[in-house]
């Protein structure tokens, strides 16, 4: 009986899952042997938390994988409640991370973290931000600007944690989340190289509407950089890529300009630019 209702959880997560792997790490150096043991199912938790809660009822087909590793620094007696003072790191393994200094969270051992949307004071609200976050990062890439509702969601979690009574830094968090929403340029660069690499997969040979798309997508880059220099979220994004968007402008002609703003934006690659010159 047991067996089968495990059976029934896991196909149940798998329908509705947006997260489909999760690596989980922690680093407990800074603590003392009593305050490591409250940290003793962490890891598990955190994980089960992304794999078996489902954030977005209406997507389908969407395996995110997440990176996540707290780095804890200290662990506070306040009142009846143990504070955790963190920081984070958590990407999607495939071309955007966040790293947040300071994070702040009441927990106890062996907690289970309840999945509540409208959370705005413990670690809930803090996963809640960071897996809306990668969802509207992950629709966006599907159509235009099509995470905004995402965008919101996480606007409105940082919004209500600023008054509550752990605020500390979800100010720079909706500032930051409000910057990526309204940056329109940004969304639609990540739009256009996912749109072209489906379509050099599925084309024998590169039409002139990819053409046309390849060359939309090094003009909105050069905009980028005129307006805002080199911004850390383009820089992310195409330091991820970086053979790849090499690869895709190569596959068209009058590419010169584009190679030499990636090199502008990213010279930690400079040598993989170079080469296609």
């Known amino acids: 009986m047991l067996k089968s209702k495990l059976i029934i959880l896991i196909f149940l997560s798998l329908i509705f899952c947006q997260f ?8 407990l150096n800074r603590l003392s042997n009593t305050d490591k043991f409250l940290f003793e199912n962490f890891e598990y938790e955190i994980k089960d938390y992304f794999l078996n809660n489902n954030f977005c009822p209406e997507c389908e087909d969407m395996e995110i994988e997440i990176k996540c590793h707290f780095s804890i620094e200290s662990v506070q007696n306040i009142g009846s409640q143990k504070i955790i ?4 790191f958590i990407s999607n393994e495939k071309d955007h991370f966040f790293y947040s200094k300071a994070i702040r969270f009441p927990y106890n ?3 289970a973290i309840i999945f509540n949307p409208n959370a705005s004071s413990n670690l809930s609200a803090i996963l809640n931000y960071y897996a809306f976050s990668l969802i ?18 996480v606007i409105e979690i940082s919004e209500n944690a600023t008054y509550s009574n752990i605020s500390n830094g979800w100010e720079e968090r909706k500032e930051n989340m409000l910057f990526i929403k309204n940056f329109r340029e940004f969304r639609t660069l990540r739009f256009q190289y996912y749109d072209i690499l489906y379509r050099i997969d599925n084309e024998k040979k590169i039409s002139n509407e990819t053409n046309e798309i390849i060359i939309d997508f090094i003009d909105n880059l050069k905009y980028i950089y005129k307006k805002y220099g080199a911004e850390k979220n383009t820089l992310k994004f195409i330091q991820s890529n970086p053979e790849e968007i090499a690869t895709m402008f190569n596959k068209t002609s009058n590419t010169k300009n584009g190679f030499e703003i990636l090199m502008l934006f990213d010279d930690k690659n400079k040598d993989i630019y170079e080469k296609y010159l």
Not at 20 to 27: E, L
Not at 85 to 88: G, I, K, R
Not at 136 to 152: C, S
């Open 20 to 27: 489909n792997k999760t690596n989980v790490s922690i680093d």
């Open 109 to 111: 051992r062996g907690q």
């Open 136 to 153: 509207a990062f992950e629709l966006d890439t599907w159509d235009i600007e099509l995470g905004t509702h995402f965008f919101n969601k």
């Open 85 to 88: 003072n963190s920081q984070l």
